[in-house]
């Protein structure tokens, strides 16, 4: 078993927009968990507004989640505090409600006692509401203690980890400052690593832009003086150049041409069988993903629904959603297409009402996001 | 074979810039058939969203049509007046762009916007007026041209002279002057005749609008008398009525805000937006990304277009959104009877829609074909090196990827565009330009490869491999078909 970089556990990620009547809260990411491990490419597919890109950039921190933890390199290195709020309360209302119970229990045994056993059945219920009250408060003692570890664990500035993580933005021309110079862009990471020598810093930067096939001389100049396919390289170049060990990227070929897009999936190729970096790889070119990724994981509103090995997934695709995105993908094949039937995903085919869904294992490697009911069709199906 | 819709013939346009004309679209030539959809393909800056551009008459400021023709419906639209063109806009041509919230203005209500061109567009009256002196219009349009070139003409012929030395300029003068005398008469009297048809016109026009006006003046007048003796609940129905009425009167002048509406909400059912009610009071943020393709896609429909012109209108959205745009496209082409010309870089696309497909490269079209031949029979190498460039479920080699960059079009190169980044470039195509060489009847690739003294080459491995496949496939799935 390859070594895991990246661990997500149960991340959510809500946003809340307005308040009392108004308020609004947008379960970008809800219950995800996956393990990433050393050296695969993870693919992260849905559609637009699904929650994939908001997964990608909580990892990174550039949002604080909400709830759930995140795992790198076997340090937590952001975790919400809401799910741990949320527990406190329960348990403090679960107590409470068998502190009542048991008060009224007793009093209804205090009626039918004779005087003489009254004192000792208040002695035994006394008892038993304090070994309640005394379990209530060590839960909550324990589950308070690590709020603020958890709030610790997220402001935590740790460069020697983070740097190990970097990010590919989507849109070449708006993720680069077109007042900086290349050379500036790949090297502000550098700086605020802590590297102050120019001369390694020249170097590293040349270095780099060699790795991804652009010219040193190309250092001085600005993001507009080149093409699409260049700019994003000059991205790769700027996540390259403190040495990651796991890269997010966050769809960096669908803003660009079909020839170009060769160019950079053949590049990221590269990278990773030279340097062997982790790549998190969101995109919703599902034709892309089956030829990069090995392991995919498909997004629906927010829910991670199905993730399996790419083989797996197009073979077998069990959740509706999955079969709906894979019918969807045009081919090169004018035969083919005339006869392609698009699936229509209908989400509410799922009665969930009392059957609560869960990421179950259904066969080694393959999860899917189902109730009982549901599996046990899913099983039918795979044999 | 089926009637040609529009014909684009050695087509050529350039941008005016600083360093020099940037040559985008080369003597390129194609046939639209009537109910076809054309797909051009093609990286950016190949022209084809220039193509279809100066198709619609849109091309920015500074890009001149150098040569050639557009031919639609007997008219040639690289030589129509900007007037003319809103005619056509409006309601022959319809087009749908890339980025559907950058097309659409932001502040505007989703209603206003999809019935602003209908209202524009539907003075009737003055409409009718416009058709029936057209042709003494044109006339007297043209004459004014000449003239203009004329003199046009004359002042660079003696710049000319002035710079040389020798050459006579009195006498070129003297023949100008005559021949732009005769000019002027005739445009004289082309505008008095015009002036003359436009009066006819509008004096017809309005007659047939008084003799509307009394007439339905009486049938209100008749409704009037026979409100006044009624009473109550009855008196309600014939306000309706001349409500009614009033308002057929307004639509037979113009097309009134209610019928905009009417409409407006018609085509937004049409294009599958649900509430079309309640969404005509939204704005633009407020809708998703393939409801606001829809939405321009209505925009485009209300004008009742037969040919429309598709520019990637699916590059901005993602796989099931763009599954079910491409739907909706094929559902109104069918409906509608509607022509299309498709542009896209994506090669799944082009698969699911074209009838045709023309790849672009460099200003020109490199091969054109039907889109079976296209994809199972390649012949141009810029075709194969697109084709083997996308990866499909099965692939798992190296990517293909083109090397190089496209040429600039500052200096158009003087061979085959595409010979600087083809390995199965000859000498003769850094030399010399390539024919269309005809492959079949509906199939022809500007490629030396195909000439008969050039060797024979097969194309990459990939694309014999996924033909192959793909023809396994197609046997695969009749086999099955008989089988059930």
């Known amino acids: ?383 | 074979m089926p009637d040609v819709k529009l014909s684009v013939k050695d087509l050529s346009i350039s941008f005016k810039t600083p360093q020099g004309p940037v040559r985008a679209v080369r003597d390129i030539s194609f046939d639209l058939y009537q109910r076809e959809t054309l797909a051009i393909v093609g990286e950016s800056g190949s022209g084809k969203s220039v193509t279809s551009r100066s198709i619609m008459g849109i091309l920015a400021g500074n890009a001149t049509i150098d040569s050639g023709s557009i031919i639609y419906e007997d008219e040639d639209l690289t030589k129509i007046r900007e007037e003319d063109f809103h005619k056509l806009r409006g309601n022959k041509l319809g087009m749908i762009f890339q980025d559907p919230l950058s097309s659409l203005n932001p502040i505007m209500k989703i209603g206003k916007q999809i019935t602003e061109g209908m209202v524009v567009n539907g003075k009737h009256l003055k409409n009718k007026i416009k058709a029936k002196s057209h042709p003494e219009r044109r006339k007297y349009l043209n004459l004014k041209d000449e003239l203009a070139k004329e003199k046009e003409a004359l002042a660079s012929a003696l710049a000319a002279i002035k710079e040389s030395g020798d050459g006579d300029a009195s006498a070129l003068k003297s023949a100008s002057a005559a021949k732009q005398a005769t000019l002027k008469k005739q445009v004289a009297e082309a505008k008095a005749a015009y002036q003359a048809a436009k009066k006819a016109a509008k004096k017809e026009v309005d007659q047939e609008w008084a003799a509307k006006k009394a007439e339905y003046a009486e049938k209100i007048a008749a409704v009037k008398a026979k409100m006044s003796s009624a009473s109550g609940e009855e008196k309600k129905g014939y306000r309706a009525e001349i409500s009614d009425l009033k308002e057929e009167l307004a639509r037979y002048k113009q097309v009134t805000q209610k019928e905009a509406r009417e409409r407006a909400l018609e085509v937004m059912n049409e294009v599958g937006i649900p509430e079309p009610e309640k969404r005509l009071k939204q704005y633009p943020f407020q809708f998703s990304g393939g409801m606001r393709q829809r939405i321009v896609i209505a925009i485009a429909l209300t004008a009742n277009p037969d040919l429309l012109i598709c520019d990637e209108p699916t590059t901005a959205l993602d796989v099931t959104i763009q599954a079910q745009i491409l739907e909706l496209i094929n559902r109104l082409k069918e409906e509608r009877d509607l022509t299309v010309i498709f542009i896209t870089h994506d090669l799944g696309v082009v698969a699911n829609m074209a009838d045709r497909v023309a790849v672009m490269y460099a200003g020109k079209v490199v091969e054109i074909g039907t889109s079976e031949e296209i994809f199972y029979n390649p012949k141009h190498p810029y075709t194969w090196a697109l084709l083997s460039s996308m990866p499909d479920l099965s692939s798992r080699d190296r990517l293909f990827s083109i090397p190089g960059t496209p040429p600039n079009m500052l200096y158009p190169p003087k061979g085959d565009a595409f010979a600087d980044r083809n390995e199965y470039a000859m000498a003769i195509d850094f030399e010399e330009q390539p024919p269309y060489f005809k492959v079949s009847d509906t199939h022809y690739a500007a490629t030396w490869l195909l000439h008969k003294d050039a060797p024979k080459v097969k194309p990459p491995q990939v694309i014999q491999d996924r033909i192959k496949a793909m023809k396994q496939r197609s046997k695969d799935s009749t086999q099955s078909e008989a089988r059930n």
């Open chain 1, 1 to 383: 078993m390859a070594e895991t970089i990246l661990s997500v556990r149960n991340l959510k990620q809500h946003f809340t927009t307005g308040i009392g009547r108004n308020k609004l809260v947008v379960k970008a990411v809800d219950d995800v968990s996956f393990d990433i491990q050393k050296g695969e490419v993870f693919g992260l597919v849905g559609e637009s507004g699904c929650g994939k890109t908001t997964t990608g950039r909580t990892i990174i921190k550039l949002y604080e989640p909400t709830d759930g933890e995140v795992y790198f390199l076997g340090n937590r290195i952001s975790a919400g505090t809401v799910g741990l709020k949320q527990q406190i309360k329960d348990e403090k209302r679960n107590a409470a409600q068998e502190i009542a119970e048991l008060k009224q229990a007793m009093a209804s045994e205090l009626e039918s006692a004779s005087e003489s056993d009254k004192a000792k059945v208040q002695a035994t219920y006394q008892e038993k509401i304090k070994a309640v009250e005394l379990k209530r408060d060590a839960v909550v003692k324990n589950l308070k203690r690590d709020i603020p570890k958890r709030k610790e664990d997220t402001a935590q500035d740790d460069r020697e980890i983070l740097n190990k993580m970097q990010m590919i933005f989507q849109d070449p021309i708006a993720s680069l400052n077109p007042r900086m110079t290349v050379k500036e862009i790949i090297a502000e990471g550098l700086r605020i690593a802590g590297e102050k020598k120019e001369k390694v810093i020249q170097e590293k930067v040349n270095d780099v832009l060699e790795t991804v096939g652009l010219l040193p001389e190309h250092a001085s100049r600005y993001p507009h003086e080149f093409s699409g396919g260049q700019r994003q390289r000059i991205g790769i170049a700027r996540a390259l150049v403190v040495n990651p060990e796991f890269i997010i990227a966050d769809e960096p070929i669908s803003a660009l041409d079909v020839s170009i897009q060769a160019q950079v999936i053949n590049l990221l190729n590269d990278l990773r069988k030279d340097f062997g970096i982790t790549i998190l790889f969101i995109a919703h070119d599902l034709s892309v993903v089956k030829y990069f990724a090995d392991r995919i994981g498909v997004m629906y509103y927010g829910k991670l629904v199905e993730l399996a090995d790419k083989d797996e997934l197009f073979k077998n695709p069990l959740h509706p959603y999955t079969k709906s995105l894979l019918s969807a993908v045009p081919l090169p094949d004018p035969e083919y297409e005339r006869g392609r039937q698009r699936i229509k995903y209908d989400p509410t085919v799922h009665d969930y009402s009392s059957d609560l869904p869960e990421l179950h294992e259904i066969k080694k490697g393959h999860l899917i996001y189902a109730n009982q009911a549901e599996i046990a069709a899913y099983k039918q199906e795979l044999k």
